[in-house]
């Protein structure tokens, strides 16, 4: 971990048309700090461009004390899970970070950006690791910093991961499932949920906000019915309750996509099945191989098939869908 006195950090910009953005560390030299970067790597859309040397400007915010830098927060939901999270493995190696530290920095990313206060995940990953909210500091503005602590990311998305964020995400896991509010008793008996032998879920995304890929995600979701699958609307469950689910599924399938970064809190030897979309018609992206890497969970895929129209949503080929299900399941 990088220990910087007179360290200097600059504000989150965009460069839209090159899909590069700026915001980083520097040392007392004014030299990019290169454990503060994003991942760079080819198949990202979004990659940084920072320049190895800035000029501080005259006037910037000051935060007298010790900060601890921990990259780069976003509202959405996948990469809160990798990116917001991969430098908290700081927290395990001791207990006692969350009271050395007066501040708490992040760089706000290209996602939507809602308050730690009012996005569950973050709120319960932060109250987890013991930091206070009121610590936390957004650089919306060039940042002078008496000292600034900057650990490297464990989490590389489209890249690496290494095996040690595991014990991150058990400890979110650990905490999520000791709160009252994650108890699921109510909720198995009002949808007729087993309480013992195996789960299945599928993770529909025909209620949440924004993009659909599925245009007849009901159709879908009878298939995966039939095979015994139990129909989960993530945006209807807190945060906590959806990770007790996971951690006692033997099978979690969906589009592929953030919703099934969750079998980072799967049991080793469950299985995730992604579909494929007009995006990712394999269904296999690098990010779902490392989260699924991290729970040794079985991967399997349905490749695309159906008809996309101009707004790049999809009639999927249920009978398709139907076969590569059975073939998954055997």
């Known amino acids: 971990m990088r220990q910087i006195k007179n360290g200097y950090a600059t504000e989150t910009t965009l460069t839209a048309h090159l899909h590069a953005f700026r915001g980083a560390v520097y040392d007392e030299n004014n030299k990019l700090v290169l454990e503060s970067q994003r991942t760079r790597s080819g198949d990202n859309e979004w990659n940084p461009d920072d320049p190895e040397e800035i000029i501080r400007t005259a006037d910037p915010l000051f935060l007298s004390g010790r900060s601890l830098y921990l990259g780069h927060y976003t509202g959405h939901y996948g990469h809160f899970l990798l990116e917001t999270m991969s430098r908290f493995w700081i927290f395990l190696e001791d207990a006692e970070v969350s009271k050395k530290y007066d501040h708490f920095i992040f760089h706000p990313f290209l996602h939507k950006m809602p308050s730690p206060e009012r996005y569950s995940p973050a709120k319960i990953a932060f109250e987890c690791f013991g930091i206070d909210l009121a610590k936390i500091v957004f650089l919306n503005r060039p940042t002078a910093f008496e000292h600034i602590s900057v650990p490297k990311p464990y989490f590389n998305i489209n890249f690496s991961v290494d095996e040690r964020m595991q014990l991150v995400y058990k400890k979110i896991q650990e905490y999520s ?74 099978i979690i399938a969906g589009v592929e996509g953030s919703a099934l970064h969750n079998s980072l809190f799967m049991k080793a ?58 073939r998954c399941l055997s």
């Not at 790049?312 to 590569?324: G, K, L, M, T």
């Open 269 to 326: 030897g469950s299985k995730v099945i992604s579909l494929g979309t007009p995006r990712v018609p394999s269904g296999v992206i690098l990010n779902q191989n490392l989260c699924n890497s991290l729970s040794a969970i079985e991967n399997r895929y349905i490749k695309f098939k159906g008809e996309v129209d101009a707004k790049n949503r999809a009639h999927y080929d249920v009978e398709h869908i139907r076969h590569e299900l059975s």
């Open 177 to 250: 499932v000791g709160l009252p509010s994650s108890n699921l008793g109510f909720v198995k008996r009002l949808l007729g949920w087993p309480k013992e032998g195996t789960l299945k879920i599928y993770l529909s995304r025909r209620k949440a906000k924004g993009y659909h890929p599925m245009r007849n995600e009901t159709e879908v979701e009878k298939i995966f019915k039939d095979a015994g699958f139990k129909i989960l609307h993530p945006e209807r469950w807190n945060f906590e309750q959806q990770l007790a689910v996971y951690q006692r599924a033997e």
